[in-house]
């Protein structure tokens, strides 16, 4: 991926080649914080890979932050959400990739990624990552 990569402004959005391409689309669109002290994404339509099996894993996202100084667009985070469509990961594992990848792209004061993994096999999954700003 060039390193200048950024969205379209208007028409189709481009399928992701990776979770890294994903991972720099979410730090290059970011902007200007305005003052707020949460934000919340909620995606309801989340899929991945079970690394194991290479069966489809559906679920919910949640993503909530406070903003220190910019925040995530939101086309860039479907985006960024979309990349892991073939990616093999486990759901534990997702939780904390999500939030590991918020903070290297904005910096936020904290981070909190829920994922709800939906019923495979008769078990649900939720699992949680928290972040906190270091400076």
């Not at 390193?3 to 402004?9: A, C, F, G």
């Not at 559906?58 to 892991?84: A, D, N, Q």
């Not at 997702?94 to 829920?114: F, H, R």
Request: proline share 6%.
């Amino acid at each position: 991926m060039s390193e200048n990569y950024y969205l379209p402004r208007s028409g189709p959005m481009p399928r992701p080649s990776s979770v890294d391409e994903g991972r720099s689309v979410l730090k290059q669109e970011a902007f200007d914080a305005p003052n707020v002290q949460n934000i919340t994404f909620r995606a309801l339509e989340f899929t991945a890979v079970c690394p194991k099996t290479g069966q489809p894993d559906f679920g919910k996202v949640e993503i909530s932050y406070t903003p220190r100084h910019k925040c995530i667009e939101s086309k860039s985070m479907k985006f960024y959400l979309w990349s892991f469509r073939d990616h093999g990961a486990f759901c534990e594992s997702l939780a904390a990739q999500i939030a590991d990848d918020i903070m290297w792209a904005i910096e936020a004061e904290t981070v909190k990624v829920t994922v709800y993994q939906t019923a495979r096999g008769g078990i649900e999954l939720t699992t949680e990552a928290l972040r906190e700003y270091q400076g």
